[in-house]
């Protein structure tokens, strides 16, 4: 998940709540509440889940997700909260930037042809982002289509050209894609990287690829049910039992790729929401050296649900299901409902292939860490946020049930966004130089 709440405000009628800026070495404020929300940076956009949007897009340009200029004119552009806005600016700017990809005289040089259709996959990712409410609107696949298309142009332009890798399971085929940094047989030491809750892993190759690949890392991402491609091709949503996804994984990994791989040194990253499905899946995969969860989640329920409106709890608490969909479905075409509220309920139940939100939310009861968290028997970076409105204060609930397994790293000030956007490089230099320290 990239976005920063999903009902944050509602279900409403709070701004997520955060401290003003602190010194990077202070840990969460006492007292959150006691002060005015500060963001630390200009604002993108006077909608709060568009300004972290384009903040996410204009953060990944350092690792050639497109131009800061290209973010720049769509911020300006885009009317604040309209959904259409976002998706035709978003359309026009891939459109323009695929042209340009498609000229022959810019092809001269893999650089440049890696370049262009990685930015054009950008943005085809970002005009199909909040188009997932109306399940029945065919641009769901035909964008989803086009940036695969624009992705797979660039990836096959690399210097080792990445390597799509499909892996059958009993009802779903998990989409992977491999990286490394150079066709020698070094073993090296390698990243298996997971999403959450609506990020492709086309995405995770500007947050992390690019930073692994020049540090001599290995790199391979992937999805499960529930996420982009798994969602599309199979119909199948989010599973809690998330080791049927990551031990096949692991399998293929080292058995198609296993002469590169250096094994004490194979890392599982889970980021956003995939904090829970990454540290789910640990608990089951002893082939695992080290785990970074950003963030840590404990319990995805308490994460939802925990932000509705004091009347949605009630009827939620009193199994009121006719009630609570009758209030929450109007949301999901409300110009007067905030973006991620809007956005969030629909991909919500696009992405776990539900039509109720009751029954939604109650799936998720299944989402916990609970039960497994003493299984993880490995080093565990635990990250936390400043601004982290949907999962607040549960990496500190991780790293106490993790007890001397567990780093505990906050990030505040201009890093202190959810899975630090916008400081891609404060976080890939802390990530890495922990890496070392943990693993050598």
Known sequence: MKSTSLFSAILLGTTVASSSILSRDSGPSSSPKDMEPEDPIILLSEDESFHFELLFTLGNTIFGAGDVNDVLAAA???????????????????????????????????????????????????????????????????????????????????????????????????????????????????????????????????????????????????????????????????????????????????????????????????????????????????????????????????????????????????????????AALPLLDSPQVPTTVRWGLGHGLWCFKQHSPYLWLQSLKQYTLKNVVDKINVPVLVVDSEFEGFFAGQPEVVKDALGDKATYKFFNGTAGYHVQVGAGQEWNRYQFAWLNKTLG
């Open 76 to 326: 300006k552009d885009i009317e604040a909260g309209n959904l259409t806005s976002w998706l035709e600016t978003f359309h026009a700017l891939a459109e323009y930037t695929k042209k340009l990809a498609e000229d022959a005289d810019n092809a001269y040089d893999p650089l440049n042809v890696r370049e262009a259709w990685f930015a054009a996959s950008s943005y085809y990712r970002q005009a199909d982002f909040y188009n997932h409410a109306n399940w029945t609107d065919p641009r769901i696949n035909s964008f989803w289509l086009e940036q695969r298309a624009a992705f797979d142009k660039a990836l096959a332009a690399l210097p080792v050209p990445g390597e799509r890798i499909q892996i059958p399971t009993d009802n779903f085929t998990i989409e992977a894609i491999w990286y490394t940094a150079a066709a020698d047989a070094v073993k090296r030491p390698t990243l298996v990287i997971g999403n959450g809750y609506d990020a492709g892993q086309e995405d995770s190759y500007h947050s992390f690829v690019v930073p692994a690949l020049a540090r001599g890392w290995n790199v391979m991402t992937y999805e499960g049910p529930g996420q982009p491609t798994v969602r599309r091709n199979d119909d199948i949503g989010f599973i809690p039992e998330w080791e049927k996804v990551l031990t096949p994984v692991i399998d293929e990994l080292m058995d198609r790729k296993g002469c590169f791989v250096d094994e004490d040194r194979l890392v599982l990253v889970g980021v956003s929401m995939g904090g829970y499905l990454a540290a789910r899946a640990a608990a089951f995969e002893p082939r695992i050296k080290a785990l970074i969860l950003n963030g840590g989640v404990w319990d995805i329920y308490e994460g939802y649900a925990g932000q509705l409106t004091p009347d949605l709890k009630e009827l939620l608490a009193a199994g009121k299901q006719e009630e609570f969909n009758e």
